[in-house]
């Protein structure tokens, strides 16, 4: 089903709000399933929840690139922020690459949205600025530091992570580029 663009932008702001008020660098305690870059493989998310649980019963830590190359971008998105409005203490997003629209046009992602949304581009708009409001990483437990791309030459110290301001709109200048 096509969620309605009133109901995404709803969905979309909600949940830029919770990710606006996390930390820019998540410090999580307990424990958690760390999943990375499921590109729009919704049927991948349904067997890991399958596997792992649903929320809240089961935390999860989604590592980015949630969106590209496969084809279910929008209803994978969709599903997560749901999950992470639902229940925003069991569920974290921190950003990859592909949450950056510089990669939309060549892996897919602004194609599926305009198919989708008949060549509307509120849709690619409103995922735009929920994602430019998602965190960077995560500690989890004091001893896991998870970021989507790993620790590139010009990677600061994590309290120079935790200055950034966001929104964040691209990733082409460090330290943003050193993580993603």
Not at 32 to 60: C, E, M, S, T, V
Not at 134 to 159: D, F, K, T, W
Request: proline share 7%.
């Amino acid at each position: 089903p096509i969620v309605p663009i009133p109901i995404l932008t709803e969905l979309c702001n909600f949940s830029s709000k919770i990710f606006a008020d996390e930390q820019m660098i998540l410090n999580l305690k307990g424990d958690y399933a760390i999943i990375g870059d499921l590109h729009g493989h919704i049927l991948d998310l349904f067997r890991i929840l399958r596997k792992f649980g649903h929320p809240p019963k089961q935390n999860y830590v989604f590592l980015g690139d949630l969106v590209d190359r496969g084809e279910f971008s929008t209803e994978t998105i969709v599903l997560i922020l749901l999950m992470k409005c639902l229940y925003p203490e069991n569920v974290y997003v921190i950003r990859g690459n592909h949450e950056f629209t510089e990669l939309w046009p060549a892996c897919g992602f602004l194609a599926e949205l305009e198919t989708i949304y008949n060549n509307s581009q509120t849709p690619s708009s409103i995922f735009m600025k929920a994602f430019s409001f998602l965190p960077l990483g995560a500690i989890i437990n004091n001893r896991y530091l998870c970021v989507h791309g790993g620790i590139g030459p010009e990677m600061p110290s994590i309290q120079q992570l935790m200055l950034l301001e966001r929104p964040i709109y691209n990733f082409d200048s460090e330290p943003v580029l050193s993580i993603v």
